[in-house]
């Protein structure tokens, strides 16, 4: 499924030139998951030096998504349900393509993805990304905290 990204931004700014080659696409083969991943694998376990054996858990229950521009895999995402909720996990871009917008055509279309009843959203951000989930209503909750080496914030949907 494939998200039109005019309609989806609304009030969020992202250049015209770019918003006409972005695509965020939820994965349903092989062969995009595997793009997905190596954009993990580069962001998290390369640049990041997150250990590979905490960056793959729950693939099977997870809904992800990758997005492409100029038909390039430029970032990665997925949401799954947890006992708690629905957790907002994964958020990757490449290098080359921060700073153009990618990440809220990440989190708006998975935002659009979300079941009817998901009540209660959260994911676990990194310092340096909260104010790009804060722009969707998240809201940091609890005490600062390491996740992987790294320190995070648990962000909740208001």
């Given at each position: 499924m ?32 595997e ?11 390369g ?35 947890t ?72 962000m909740?949907?208001?």
């Open positions: 494939a998200f039109s990204l005019p309609k989806l931004f609304g009030q969020h700014s992202i250049s015209q030139n770019l918003m006409e080659n972005l695509q965020v696409n939820k994965i349903d083969n092989d062969q995009d998951l793009k997905a991943f190596a954009i993990r694998r580069t962001v998290f376990v640049e990041q030096n997150c250990p590979p054996e905490l960056e793959y858990e729950n693939e099977d229950v997870s809904t992800h998504f990758l997005a492409t521009i100029n038909n390039l895999p430029a970032g990665a995402c997925r949401w799954r349900k006992d708690a909720g629905y957790k907002l996990e994964r958020f990757a871009v490449l290098k080359d393509y921060r700073g153009k917008g990618l990440g809220q055509a990440l989190v708006t279309a998975v935002l659009a993805d979300l079941p009817p009843d998901a009540a209660y959203v959260y994911l676990n951000a990194q310092i340096d990304a909260m104010g790009l989930y804060s722009k969707f209503g998240f809201v940091a909750e609890g005490e600062q905290f390491e996740e992987a080496g790294i320190q995070h914030f648990k909740v949907k208001k």
